[in-house]
């Protein structure tokens, strides 16, 4: 708030009038000057009267203190506030509710319980303004036993159903895991407010008990804008992207009273991205822009991860440096790194991570996993070891499993399988399935079949039901003629219960999402699909293409292979997309498994003779085709 209203001035002159006129003023004339000044961020002018009262030797007595503490609070100076508090003698129990209110405010949770304790300890109970922020604390600091003593004291107190306690103990124990006791107390309330409806939406959404949540949704009689986040942010969390955006398009109906906030912009752009949604995250980002919410910093960040995950490295590029550069917190720079890392720009990757350091940012475990992951998709194995050997000594960041994995998947591409090998053997943790899952596809890369084969024990055991290991090695079998090896693979899976998961692929027109499975032929648009891949290897082999049969893993005639290869799911997809969209349009593939090598080199070619570019993200990362190649320079 601005002093640019008369009136304003004019109450605080009127204000100022008591002690301007009385040379030792009573503490009572300044605490209506604290209490005008608390929440506006007026810290200058509040230091002043402080400092007026220390000059005519003067001391707060508790209730001056707390309008005080208050005052420096709103303003963002918790040192000041605290000091204060400190050097207050018998502290009343408003003074106690406005430090307590300061600290939990402001993250220090610690500093919080500590003050509620030595209020106990000289006697006070709290009230119904002290419980609440209590609870938030040990809410944050997932200090549950302490949560529950604070709860039977409320008990004690008769303060259990007050709606503001009641309402922070279902909070506090959704927080800590404690849903049946969240649930039990929410039932137990004789009066609900939507705070309360929302914490326990919430937590079954936390739980993964969608069901739950949207049944207490649609029991709401009213609905905040917390209400609508936490089911659209609920839904992302739960793989269910789709619903997330149904349920944010009925928010942007023009009768829906509640209309997305920033909160709920962020919480909406995840699920353009699990979906591929560019389209629909474009949309957002335009409404976003339009109501100023584009400003936002936090918004900022939300989209620079949307476009990145959804393969527009421009877009992110551009919304990244959009962020004032005091704004670029490590979420911002992690985002963009990650977004260069899937999308294969490891150099990009690099440089965007020195950035950070000139710019005075401290790294953290996501901003490696990113890093060492971008360096491994574009083959700079020097650079990504020295990044890692750098981590515990320059950075003081712990390697986990997850960087462990990055750099034997980091090796293992480069074909430095031995080497992989050798840093798992001297992990100072135990090996998990994401370790052995890469080295068992540098293997495949590679045709090592022996360390694929120790992977794969060790995978058989780690995730029996994991149907792509049994795929990977299958395959490597089929690809060497093994053909009695394939046959006792496929009599382990279906021995232990494992289903192969079908690779699919779906492409979005016109804001439909179309999708194919391979040798799909349900699609209404099959017959036009399939007369256009009859004709599409004629014109690729003109190109320069030969079909690579070894990606058809059945013992079958290499006439039989030719024609398998043309029905893969992606190349499906591919095929639907250039019949139905106009020349010179970008075609957005995904697909849930890995992308055939075959469809890799027919998508280039098709990319170059019909002069499209065309994106695939694939599981692991994005491929940007255009006239006849790859951003992956075909290291991947």
């Known amino acids: ?21 009385d040379p030792l003023p009573p503490l009572s004339s300044y605490t209506p000057i604290f209490q005008f000044l608390t929440g506006h961020n007026f810290l200058k002018l509040g230091q002043q009267i402080h400092a007026h009262i220390a000059l005519r030797g003067l001391k707060p007595n508790p209730f001056l203190a707390a309008k005080m503490v208050a005052m420096y609070a709103s303003s963002g100076d918790i040192d000041s506030a605290s000091t204060l508090f400190n050097n207050t003698i018998y502290p009343s129990l408003l003074l106690y509710n406005s ?8 993250g220090f949770c610690e500093r919080s319980i500590d003050c509620y304790f030595q209020m106990r300890s000289f006697g006070l109970n709290g009230d ?8 938030k604390s040990c809410a944050e600091l997932y200090r549950l036993g302490l949560g529950k003593c604070v709860h039977g004291l409320s008990l004690r107190i008769g303060l259990e159903f007050d709606i503001y306690v009641g309402t922070s103990l279902i909070d506090m124990y959704v927080k800590c895991g404690e849903l049946d006791d969240a649930c039990k107390m929410f039932d137990e309330m004789p009066m609900r407010d939507v705070s309360s ?29 917390v209400s609508w ?10 793989g269910l992207p789709d619903r997330a955006l149904q349920l944010f398009d009925v928010m942007m109906h023009e009768y829906s009273e509640v209309k997305p906030n920033w909160v709920t912009i962020m919480s909406v752009l995840p699920a353009c991205a699990h979906s591929a949604a560019l389209h629909r995250g474009r949309k957002i980002h335009n409404y976003a822009s339009g109501i100023g919410l584009d400003l936002n910093s936090k918004v900022q960040t939300a989209l620079v991860a949307m476009y990145g995950k959804c393969g527009s490295l421009v877009d992110a590029r551009r919304c990244f440096d959009s962020v004032c550069p005091s704004d670029k917190s490590l979420v911002a720079w992690n985002a963009m790194i990650t977004a260069y890392a899937s999308n294969g720009c490891g150099v990009e990757a690099v440089s965007t991570f020195e950035d950070m350091i000139r710019a005075g940012v401290q790294p953290d475990g996501i901003t490696f996993t990113g890093l060492l992951s971008g360096c491994s ?31 034997v998947d980091l090796l293992g591409r480069a074909g430095h399988l031995v080497d992989a090998y050798g840093l798992i ?41 994991n149907s792509g290991n049994y795929v990977l090695l299958s395959n490597m079998y089929a690809e060497a003629g093994m053909w009695e090896e394939v046959k006792r693979l496929r009599t382990l899976l279906k021995w232990h219960g494992v289903k192969k998961n079908p690779g699919c692929s779906w492409i979005e027109i016109n804001e439909k999402v179309h999708l194919f499975l391979g040798g799909d032929k349900s699609h209404p648009r099959a017959d036009e699909i399939y007369a256009f891949l009859d004709q599409l290897p004629e014109k690729i082999k003109a190109a320069g293409y030969i079909p690579d049969t070894s990606f058809v893993l059945h013992d079958v005639s290499e006439e039989e292979k030719e024609h398998n290869l043309t029905t893969h799911s992606e190349k499906l997809a591919v095929a639907f997309g250039l019949i139905s969209t106009s020349p010179g349009t970008v075609l957005r593939v995904t697909k849930n498994l890995r992308v055939c090598g075959d469809c890799h080199t027919a998508i280039k070619l098709v990319s170059k003779i019909y002069g499209r570019e065309i994106i695939v993200r694939d599981v692991n990362r994005f491929h940007h085709f255009e006239n006849g190649s790859c951003s992956c320079g075909d290291y991947w």
């Open 1 to 21: 708030m601005k002093w640019n209203l008369t009136s304003q001035k004019s109450i605080f002159n009127s204000l100022l009038q008591p002690i301007k006129e």
């Open 99 to 106: 430090i307590i209110r300061a600290y939990t405010k402001y």
């Open 128 to 135: 119904y303004f002290t419980l609440p922020f209590v609870l």
């Open 197 to 225: 409806w929302n914490a326990l939406i919430a937590g079954y959404m936390r739980e993964g008990g969608v069901r739950v949540a949207e049944d207490l949704f649609r029991g709401m009689s009213n609905r905040n804008i």
């Open 229 to 238: 986040t936490a089911m659209i942010s609920g839904y992302t969390q739960n």
């Open 377 to 407: 998709h574009s083959g700079l194995v020097d650079v990504g070891l020295k990044y890692f050997d750098s981590m515990r000594t320059i950075y003081f960041v712990e390697p986990n499993h997850e960087h462990y994995a990055c750099v």
């Open 425 to 465: 053997s001297q992990m100072p943790m135990q090996a998990g399935p994401s370790i052995y899952g890469a080295l068992l596809a540098a293997s495949k890369k590679h045709k090592n079949m022996e360390i694929a084969e120790l992977a794969f024990k060790k995978l058989f055991v780690l995730e029996p039901d």
